[in-house]
Structure formats: C-alpha cells, structure tokens
C-alpha cells in the first residue's frame, strides 16, 4: 500500500460529506481545508428545510466553533470568502431515498465532480427511537450508497460505523465483516425489509389506540431495544449500525467500499489544538456527573479496558483509508480504530484521573462554591448494583407508596418523581452495562496496515497521526482530554 503526498491527493478533489454539522465531520473539514486549501469543494450535506437554513448551520453549527480559529487566523479577512469558495452546503436528509435532496442542479454538480464520499451522519443516541435509528442508521447507509452510485469520478465511499456493532463478544475482536441477515446469537430471520414491517406495524397500532407522541416514543425505544435483543445486539444503536454494515456488503463490487469503525471517541489529541470536544459523549457524561457530585457510584469493572482514541487520530486514519483505496483496492475493507490492542487503559486510570483533576481543580457550581468530590462507591457487579439500589431507593419508594395511599395522594408529585428518576437509571444502566463490564480487545491489523503506510510512504510525515501507542494517557487525561471537556461541555 503506497500512500502518496496527501497534499497532492487533495488538490483540486472535491468530496461529499453527510452529517457536516457533526462533531467528526467538523474536524474533517477543518484539517482538509488546513491541510489543502485547494481542495476544489467540500459539499457537506446537513439537515436543512433550504439553502439559506443550511448556510445558516454553517455559520453557526461549523466555521463558528472555536475549531476554526486557526484557520480563521490564517485566513484574515479572506476566511468568509475562503469558506464559500471551498464549502457547498446541501440541505438534505439521508433517511430518504435521493437523500432528500431537492436542487437538481445542486445534485448534478455532485454527480459530476465528487471523488470522495464520506458518511458520518448517523444519530449516535443508544436509546434512539426504532423508526429514527433504522430510517438513518440502516436505510440511510442504503440511500446513501445509491446516491453515491451516480457519481461518475467516485473512488471511494468511506463509511463511518462503530467498533461496538460487536456486541457483547469477549476475547479480540477482529475487523471482520457481517454477512447479510447474519446475528450475534445465531438467531436466524433478521431482515431489514422485515424490520422496517414490524416498525410500520408498530406505529400502525400506537395511531389506531390513539396513542400520545410521548407514549409513541416510549414505545419506538422499547422496540428498538427489544428488536436489538432478539438478535443478540444490547442496544438500538449498534443493532442498527451493524445492519447498515450489512447494506453495504450488499454492494461489494458495485463501488469502492470502506468502513471505519472507531471505538469511543474523546478530544482532540494535537489538531487543530489539543482538547477540543462537543457534545457530552459516553465517558464523559460520566466524567461531568462525577464533577458535579452527581454521581455517588460507579458501576462496572474497573479492570475493563476502556478503549478510547482521540478524534484528530479518527479523522486522519479516515483520511489515510480514502488516499490508499481511491488509488489502490487493498482486499482490506475494514478498519477499526481504537486503542484497546495497542496501548489500553482500564477504567481505574479513568477514576483516578477525575479524582486527581477535580481535586486539584473543583468544578465551581451555581452559588460559586467547589463541589468536592471523594472516591465514588465502585459496585462491580450487576447484584451490588442492585441491593446498592434496593437499599438505598426503591425502599424509601416503597415507603413514599404507601404513606401516599394512606394520605390521599398528598405525596403523589414527590413519589412521581423519585419513581422517574429511579426509572432513568436502571434504563440508563441496562443500556450502558455492556460497556462497564467490557471484556474485549478491538484488533486492528488491517489499520496498522494503513499506519505502516502511513509511516513509509506518505511523503508530509505526522501529517496523518494514528497511532495510539504514542499517547501517554496520563498527560492525555491530565492536561488534555478533561481540561477539554471542562471548557467546551460543562455548563
Ligand atoms: N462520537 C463517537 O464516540 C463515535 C464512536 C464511534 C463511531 N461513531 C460514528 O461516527 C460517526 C460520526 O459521529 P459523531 O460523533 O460525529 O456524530 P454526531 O456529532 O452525533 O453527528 C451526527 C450527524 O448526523 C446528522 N444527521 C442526523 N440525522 C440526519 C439525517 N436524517 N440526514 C442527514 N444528517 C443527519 C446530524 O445532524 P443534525 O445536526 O441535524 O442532528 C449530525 O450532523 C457516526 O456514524 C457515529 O456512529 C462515533
């Protein structure tokens, strides 16, 4: 596999990306555009009722973020003119056929000019409502692939999936792919025409009993969970994730195929500058409600290995796949990035560095005061969990039943609300718990492959780091990753 100068390989290309306002593809633009200001465009397709709404997000939701202030600096006064040179904004949606693009002459400018597309749009909610998670996470792979079919110089789709399309699986994980209707536990019958049936059906009913759009949403959840579990998968996104894959199987041979799946994605490492991050994602969700006091446990093993990569490494081995199949058709097809194989961390680390930094450095709250946080309560295992539970919650719930029987419901808002909260956890856990307890090692030959690549024939050197054995996670975390997360999620 020869790489090439990336510098080279960008100029003049022009290059499709779905889901621009998303936190990967934002990075994406910004380091095409650092990295080759003569791209010819990037067409960045985003949900949009017109034009004017999708330049609106551009200017809000892309170029306005802090990412671009390099760039920004750089360009001076030009930047404007800069960004509508190089930036076409599609407004569009993936989850319908022609993925909803109205512009005709819009989309025959596409069809002409695009060489790379790249699929990042996806929704990355675990819980996500059934009919949402398999219109945009299945079907939109779908629709995207046969938009992509017209473009007449396209080298290379580059779809982004998960590393967690896995499942539950312990041992090393190998970058292999699904076969059609394949299941994790050996189920036979899964179909994605069968699945979009059991949606209809589904919705069918809800309208006919006259069911509220909260109920409906309810219930699109629980199927999504319950269709997951049918065939092996723990939640909605990676069940529906892992059938997008299956869609793109379909079309081996027909265009030129990658899909990335990277594990858990946290703040940039280096570029544009070390720390930039959106969005509450995974692990940080936890790292913030430890911050805040909120959380007063941690479920889980803290032997697991937490298999993390920072989004600029994401980004550049995204980029390093596209140079080697639009110029070559390595048999490789599958590439999963992350860092569990080469250079893993356990969940320990993860809690010894929020209490180092949030000791060090208490979130300051509301009224002005530091929240001091301790070592959290570490329950590893579903039992302790559940007795912690027991004890703690569901016997004062118990208690606040009865008293609001015996008192004429004067206790109905409280108890009402304790029951929610309660809910929301055992939910919110019941959907993570595969996570906590991981027992697995993503492999990633086939992206060493790239990164030796990378290493022998790219002719910018370091422009495309991804090799996680160079992170020392200490000072990651320390100085890094949360510093990052403080600035840009808290709030
Ligand atoms: N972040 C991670 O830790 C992680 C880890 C592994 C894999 N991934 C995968 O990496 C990819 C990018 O992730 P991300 O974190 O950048 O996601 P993200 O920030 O949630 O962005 C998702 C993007 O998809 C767009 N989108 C949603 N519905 C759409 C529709 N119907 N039509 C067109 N666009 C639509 C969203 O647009 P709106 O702004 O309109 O909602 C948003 O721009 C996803 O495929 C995800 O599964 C992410």
New binding site residues.
Partial sequence: MELGSVVQFLDNKSILV??????????FVEKILRVQPNVKKLYL????ADHKSAIH?LHN?IIGKDLFRNLKEKHGKSFTSFISDKISMIP?????QD??VEDSGLIQQVFKDVEVVL???????FDERYD?AL???TM?VKYVADFVKQCVKLRVLV??????VSGERSGLILENGYGVGETLNGVAGLDVDAERKVVEDKLNDLRLQGASDKDITIAMKDLGIHRARVYGWPNT?VFT?AMGEMMLGELKGVIPTVI???????STYKEPFSGWV??T??IDSLAVAYAKGILTFFLGNLDSIVDVIP?DM?VNAMIAAVMAHASHQPPESIYQVGSSLRNPMKYFHLQDYGFRYFTNKPWINKDGKPVIVGRVRVLDNMDSFHRYMAFRYLLLLKGLEWANAAFCHFFQGVYSNMNRKINYVMRLVDIYRPYLFFDAVFDDLNTEKLRMAARTSLVEEDVLYFDPKCIDWEDYFMNIHIPGIVKHVFK
């Fill in positions: 779905t889901g621009g306002t998303g936190f990967l593809a934002k990075i397709l985003v949900r949009a997000r939701e569009g949606d993936i989850s319908r993925l909803g699929n990042l749009a996806a929704s990355t909610n949402v219109g945009l996470n939109g779809h982004v999936s998960t590393a967690y996104y994730k990335l799946r990277p594990t858990i994605i946290t959106e969005g994602r995974t989004a994401v």
